[in-house]
């Protein structure tokens, strides 16, 4: 059984930062791309950014790029997501999501799912 637990929610500021991590166990890190999604009250589940397991390459959903940077440590099973600059309309439970195979920006292509984390950005 896949196991995600995500970390480093909070109450910031605008334009503040925050990082969050999401550590996975080894098995299913090291054969997943990553990814992380985030949820708005009243809203669907919306892809922010996702990293190829190979090479590290990422995407980003444009309403969050050049402000969040998504990265992986293999050694450390985790994945995080830097987010800097942040607006009140990045408030959402933020999940993080693992996959076999190549990394998708659309939610139930993912099989494994942490709980999530609550980010509130105050204005």
């Known amino acids: 059984q896949a196991q995600l637990v995500e970390s480093g929610g909070g109450l910031v500021q605008a334009g503040g930062s ?13 054969t997943s791309a990553m990814a992380w999604f ?3 009250p009243g809203k669907e589940r919306a892809f922010v950014a996702n990293i190829r397991r ?5 995407y980003y959903a444009d309403s969050v790029k050049g402000r969040f940077t998504i990265s992986r ?4 099973s985790t994945v995080y997501l830097q987010m800097n600059s942040l607006k009140p ?6 999940y993080c999501a693992a996959r076999v195979g190549l ?4 939610a139930n292509e993912y099989a ?3 709980q999530g984390t609550q980010v509130t950005v105050s204005s």
């Not at 440590?73 to 450390?76: L, S, Y």
């Open 18 to 30: 925050l990082r969050l991590s999401c550590a996975a166990d080894g098995r299913t890190f090291s």
């Open 38 to 40: 985030r949820q708005a």
């Open 54 to 58: 190979s090479n590290g390459n990422t």
């Open 73 to 76: 440590d293999n050694a450390k």
């Open 89 to 94: 309309e990045d408030t959402a439970v933020y």
């Open 103 to 106: 990394p998708q920006t659309v």
């Open 112 to 114: 494994y799912w942490g």
